[in-house]
């Protein structure tokens, strides 16, 4: 068996949640492998809304194992709480299992994050504030403590030791307003109920249930132009978001790495600082954040919007592998007269579709325009498309030369098109 892929192709958002829990039935475990609660991914089941910030998509299925793996950051006091609203929600959680060597959010980190960002001024990341860099640069620095630390009898002094190495550091930045003592009390007590949850080995657990034959599907979180070595440095994250992170992030060999899906909507949106270049500022703009809702589920941001990108999504597949699409949010279209995709980039007088080393304002770009179905999408089969709408996937799969099999057309976990 190996592992399957589902991630981001853009900026993040794109409906990674929402596609993990329709398929999580055809897997027995799915694992999460970087980031940590800047994720924000939204499952709509019987019309009842749900965001997760660390816990694996396919949590709703009582019989998938849910992972939250080696590569992925954990704020002990976020995670007990997402656990307490699922359990208000009748599930048991007993399919939910943590990785030892995932690395715990201090709250000095998110107290760090908040420095940096503060500091940055107007070249701030518009970081979610979660203490994801910090973090990571503990984890690198070799500073970090892991959750099978919370185990050890010493747990505390490392604690205080980190805590003490940010207050110095923290020196370096103008104050500001952050309630350590509060947040520290919520986050020892975070750690004492962590004890009782499932730990796990993570590339043992993994490893031995790909020999057992147990279908696997690892979930990303953010987007590809979000990875740390590949994205739009330095706005992005702090994790390797792209389909070599499951390998890091779960203790994957490469050769057991199996389908790789990505996820793209139909148009494009971004949170954060950082030059999109399809990025719109007209009333298509508006359109498409009315219509998609594109607020932030972790910030409640407005979220930029834009057209579809052609060079940024090749780069993407590329960097992936990505073997088949699911387009989502393509009913966000439905009352566009016309609409266009972004082809190529003009930069210095030149025309390229690749990604320059520095994605910055001075990119231009060129579009092609395409008529708009103006109606709504009539049925989840796929011979019923609108003719335009069959036309545009027609165009992203022969520009993309891959695959589109599912086309998302709604927030609903049933409302999606296989072709
Ligand atoms: P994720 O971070 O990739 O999981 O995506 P988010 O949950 O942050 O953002 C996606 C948003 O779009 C959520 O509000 C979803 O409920 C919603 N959504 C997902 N797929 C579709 C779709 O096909 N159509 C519409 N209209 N909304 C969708
Ligand atoms: P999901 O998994 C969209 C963005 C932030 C910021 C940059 C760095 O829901 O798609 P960080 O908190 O990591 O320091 O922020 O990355 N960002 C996301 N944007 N969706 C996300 O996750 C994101 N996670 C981080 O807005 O620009
Ligand atoms: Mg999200």
């Known amino acids: 068996m190996k592992v399957d892929v589902l991630l981001g192709l853009q900026w993040g958002?794109?409906?990674?949640?929402?596609?993990?829990?329709?398929?999580?039935?055809?897997?027995?475990?799915?694992?999460r492998f970087q980031g940590g609660p800047n994720a924000g991914h939204t499952l709509v089941i019987n019309g009842e809304k749900t965001v997760l910030h660390i816990i694996p998509s396919g949590i709703f299925r009582e019989d998938v194992q849910n992972v939250i793996g080696n590569g992925v950051v954990i704020d002990p006091t976020i995670l007990l709480k997402e656990i307490d609203g699922l359990k208000?929600?009748?599930?048991?959680?007993?399919?939910?299992?943590?990785?030892?060597?995932?690395?715990?959010?201090?709250?000095?980190?998110?107290?760090?994050?908040?420095?940096?960002?503060?500091?940055?001024?107007?070249?701030?990341?518009?970081s979610t504030l979660k203490g994801i860099g910090p973090t990571y640069m503990d984890k690198t620095g070799r500073n970090g403590l892991r959750v099978g630390d919370i185990l050890t009898p010493n747990f505390?002094?490392?604690?205080?030791?980190?805590?003490d190495k940010h207050l110095a550091l923290l020196q370096i930045y103008p104050n500001i307003d952050f309630?350590?003592?509060?947040?520290?009390?919520?986050?020892?007590?975070?750690?004492?109920?962590?004890?009782?949850?499932?730990?796990?080995?993570?590339?043992?657990?993994?490893?031995?249930a790909l020999k057992k034959g147990k279908r696997i599907l690892a979930e990303g979180a953010q987007g590809s132009m979000l990875d740390i070595d590949y994205g739009t440095y330095p706005?992005?994250?702090?994790?390797?978001?792209?389909?070599?992170?499951?390998?890091?992030?779960?203790?994957?060999?490469?050769?057991?790495?199996?389908k790789v899906i990505g996820i793209s909507k139909a148009y494009c949106t971004r949170v954060g600082s950082g030059t999109f270049p399809s990025e719109l500022f007209d009333k298509n703009a508006e359109e498409l954040q009315r219509v998609g809702h594109e607020f932030g589920a972790t910030t409640g941001r407005p979220r930029r919007c834009g057209w579809i990108?052609?060079?940024?999504?090749?780069?993407?597949?590329?960097?992936?592998?990505?073997?088949?699409?699911?387009?989502?949010?393509?009913?966000v279209m439905n009352e566009f007269e016309t609409f266009e995709a972004v082809d190529s980039y003009e930069l210095d007088g030149q025309q390229t579709t690749q990604i320059p080393f520095e994605v910055n304002d001075s990119i231009k770009v060129n579009t092609k325009s395409f008529k708009g179905w103006n109606k709504d999408i009539p049925?989840?089969?796929?011979?019923?498309?609108?003719?335009?709408?069959?036309?545009?996937?027609n165009y992203l799969e022969q520009e993309l030369e891959t695959p589109i099999n599912l086309i998302s057309v709604g927030p609903g976990r049933e409302e999606i098109i296989i072709k």
């Open 13 to 31: 958002d794109e409906g990674k949640g929402k596609i993990v829990d329709y398929l999580s039935p055809n897997y027995d475990i799915i694992a």
């Open 156 to 163: 505390k002094e490392k604690y205080q030791a980190l805590k």
């Open 309 to 331: 990108d052609i060079p940024q999504l090749k780069y993407a597949i590329m960097i992936n592998g990505v073997d088949e699409i699911c387009l989502t949010k393509i009913d």
């Open 179 to 208: 309630d350590l003592e509060g947040e520290e009390k919520a986050f020892l007590a975070s750690i004492e109920r962590m004890k009782s949850l499932q730990m796990v080995d993570g590339p043992y657990f993994i490893n031995q």
């Open 235 to 258: 706005y992005v994250t702090s994790s390797n978001t792209v389909t070599a992170g499951v390998c890091t992030g779960l203790g994957v060999a490469p050769k057991n790495i199996g």
């Open 379 to 393: 049925s989840r089969n796929h011979n019923d498309l609108p003719a335009e709408a069959a036309n545009y996937i």
């Open 88 to 126: 208000a929600k009748g599930l048991s959680l007993n399919n939910l299992l943590i990785a030892k060597k995932a690395h715990l959010i201090l709250p000095t980190h998110r107290y760090l994050d908040a420095a940096s960002e503060n500091a940055k001024g107007k070249e701030k990341i518009g």
